[in-house]
């Protein structure tokens, strides 16, 4: 089993910039990939962008330029960090977890971007 704690949501002005972490533990083993969803009311969830344990990175279009994913592999974190948002960036923002054979989900941060 494997547990996700995730902390950085919040409200911000359009433009601004938040920073979401997520921190991994439990049955860890050498090769996983960490990663950022997102559902918005309404719409199906959606990859933001996720990692893999060897660095290599995919991103959404729509967050190419805006968000940055990172990893300190020692803490089995991963970090989004968000600029520039967009009032089309609301929604609530979940961690992923994948390490054959499962996937695991954390609990969820909303982020709302409104002025």
């Known amino acids: 089993q494997v547990q996700l704690v995730e902390s950085g949501g919040g409200l911000v002005q359009p433009g601004g910039s938040l920073r979401l972490s997520c921190a991994a533990s439990?049955?860890?083993?050498?090769?996983?990939?960490m990663g950022w969803y997102r559902q918005a009311p309404g719409k199906q969830r959606e990859l933001v962008a996720r990692?893999?344990?060897?660095?290599?990175?995919n991103y959404a279009d729509s967050v190419k330029g805006r968000f940055t994913i990172s990893r300190d592999n020692a803490k089995n974190t991963v970090y989004l960090q968000m600029n520039s948002l967009e009032s089309e960036d609301t929604a609530v923002y979940y961690c992923?977890?994948?390490?054959?054979?499962?996937?695991?989900w954390g609990q969820g941060t909303q982020v709302t971007v409104s002025s």
């Open positions: 992923n977890f994948y390490q054959v054979p499962k996937q695991y």
């Open positions: 439990g049955s860890i083993f050498s090769f996983y990939v």
């Open positions: 990692i893999t344990s060897a660095g290599s990175t």
